[in-house]
């Protein structure tokens, strides 16, 4: 029986086929989804911040985008995925209030993206679709079967990348 | 670096409760002379949750109004006050005295109402914080969305996720005649901000 494991904010995991994961309400949080084709191995972090240098309250590696990826990667290695086939998809990282206001705290659903693609491409691994930006939440669902990327909104649609 | 949201010890957590408390019961007079009805509020509820429980505890999914103010002044802080969309829905028709509209969706008019009465609510709320800390607090104009929750606790979720792993929230439930017009309100001073807040109020030493 598949079972739809749930991924918290700040938080991240691992799964194997036939099981599916998925994050609720992303908003300027970045939803990491890892897929390896070969083992069905999946993997999804909800990562809020972008990085784990900016700040010294950095215990929660699951928070940052960096540290996040690299310790996805890790639990996606130990449950036996191939590091040579894994692809990943992004989504989130939106700007929720229409505000003028240029301050960081307006502006990190961008950088959340910008930080999850610059540690994905150094780690070598290729992001192939992603769904980021705008101004409305999204909830994610992440199938270990094919690595489809189911993404719902409220007002937006649901679509699969 | 400031103190951790995780450091907070009961006599903190008194002390925002108290806070909270005064603040929403403010938020609760404008709300009656605004709608010029009897308003009965509930004992505000403060509460530390951590990132992973938030989804479970408020529902990340549900349908909410969330209206976000930047302050600016002595401390920078967020504040959001995030309302059940039927609650945004009761008040709005209490608001404009309209025959009962139903419906998640608000015309330009009625998100405009949506906005002024964030900004009475929280501006009532900020009033009594400035006056219990002796600090300027100014609010900036109120932004609107309405989303998933868990979408718009991310936006302050994000600044506590700079000093800790946790969200402070304060749950406070207006009741006018039968219909319940309550809501969640989240103050998020910055990472500097916390120590200011609690040394004004005399709850930490300024060592």
Request: net charge negative; proline share 2%; charged share 20%.
């Amino acid at each position: 029986m598949a079972e739809m494991i749930k991924v918290g904010m700040a938080d991240l995991k691992a799964a194997v086929y036939p099981n599916a994961l998925t994050t609720l309400g992303l908003g300027s949080c970045v939803g990491v989804a890892i897929f390896d084709k070969t083992t069905k191995i999946i993997g999804l972090a909800h990562v809020m911040l972008p990085s784990s240098k900016q700040t010294s309250n950095n215990t929660n590696i699951a928070k940052f985008a960096d540290t996040a990826i690299d310790k996805l990667l890790d639990d996606m290695i130990q449950l036996g995925a191939n590091r040579k086939y894994l692809t990943a998809k992004l989504a989130g990282g939106a700007q929720m209030f229409a505000t003028n206001n240029t301050s960081d705290i307006m502006r990190i659903g961008l950088r959340n993206a910008i930080a999850c693609r610059t540690r994905l491409s150094e780690l070598g691994i290729r992001v192939i679709s992603e769904d980021t930006g705008g101004n409305f939440g999204r909830t994610i669902e992440l199938y270990s079967e094919d690595g489809k990327l189911l993404i719902k909104t409220i007002g937006h649609g649901s679509n699969i990348i | 670096m400031g103190l951790s949201l995780n450091e907070l010890n009961n006599l903190h957590m008194d002390v925002l409760r108290e806070l909270g408390n005064i603040g929403a019961g403010n938020a609760a007079t404008a709300l009656a002379s605004m709608l010029n009805k009897r308003v009965d509020m509930d004992v505000p509820k403060v509460k530390i949750l951590e990132f992973s429980q938030i989804s479970d505890l408020i529902g990340a999914e549900k349908l909410v109004a969330g209206i976000l103010l930047d302050v600016g002044g002595d401390i920078k802080a967020t504040i959001m006050f995030l309302m059940d969309i039927e609650a945004a829905r009761n008040l709005v028709n209490l608001l404009m005295g309209l025959p009962v509209a139903e419906g998640d969706s608000f015309s330009e008019i009625e998100e405009s109402a949506l906005k002024e009465i964030g900004n009475i609510l929280t501006g009532s709320y900020l009033s009594a914080l400035s006056s219990i800390t002796n600090l300027t607090l100014i609010p900036s104009i109120p932004y609107l969305a309405i989303d998933m929750a868990g979408a718009l606790i991310s936006v302050p979720a994000i600044e506590f996720g700079k000093v800790g792993d946790s969200v402070l929230y304060i749950e406070t439930q207006f009741v006018e005649g039968c219909s319940k017009v309550g809501g969640d309100f989240f103050l998020v001073p910055n990472v500097d901000s916390y120590d200011i807040l609690l040394k004004s109020l005399g709850v930490i030493g300024n060592g």
